[in-house]
């Protein structure tokens, strides 16, 4: 059987989110989480973050496979073109956009909650998918393995920064101010 590179993103994306919202509801960790990170949008920054990293790490790994002809995995092909995996995560961003911009997720019932994260996280997918392939919107050109490719990279690195300092780093820097004394 040949698995095709979309079929194997989608069943990535289900099991990632499916796993990180079993975690955060049924299991202690999910209460570590609401305890350790106190505010609603800080959380969603921090699942938005976590999404980020791990799907990064596993397209990656899906591409690297299908490069080097490792399992039963393949390219996602329309017509002899083959569509990239920054198609399906603009899909993502824009659904999940969408879904924001109409306020799902934003009430305080547990069903707005689980909405509310589950979009933070499918919007950490969606950005991983389009930033693995940042250099391909520079280039115009599949630069994916060359060292054009590092500019992919970068704007990983960048933008998974900018979301680990949205969920961790405002809350360090208040706890740090506290514990110092107060300038006189």
Known sequence: MHWTG???????AVLVTGILLTLLHLTRLGKLVHEGIPDRPRRRMFLAALSFF???????????????HVGP?????????????LVWGI????????????????GTSAVSIFWSRFFAI????GAALTLDEFALWLNL???YWSP??????????????????????APLFRRRQKKGSAPQ
């Open 54 to 68: 791990v799907t990064f790490a596993g397209v990656r790994l899906l591409v690297r496979c299908i490069t080097h």
């Open 91 to 106: 899909f993502i961003l824009l659904a999940v956009g969408y879904a924001w911009m109409a306020e799902w997720g934003s």
């Open 6 to 12: 979309a079929f194997v993103l989608l069943l990535f």
């Open 141 to 143: 050109a599949n630069d």
């Open 122 to 125: 499918l919007y950490g997918v």
């Open 148 to 169: 054009q490719g590092r500019e992919s990279i970068d704007a990983v690195i960048l933008f998974g920064a900018l979301l680990a300092a949205g969920a961790w780093g």
């Open 73 to 85: 995995f393949g390219w996602v092909m329309m017509g002899g073109r083959h569509i990239h995996h």
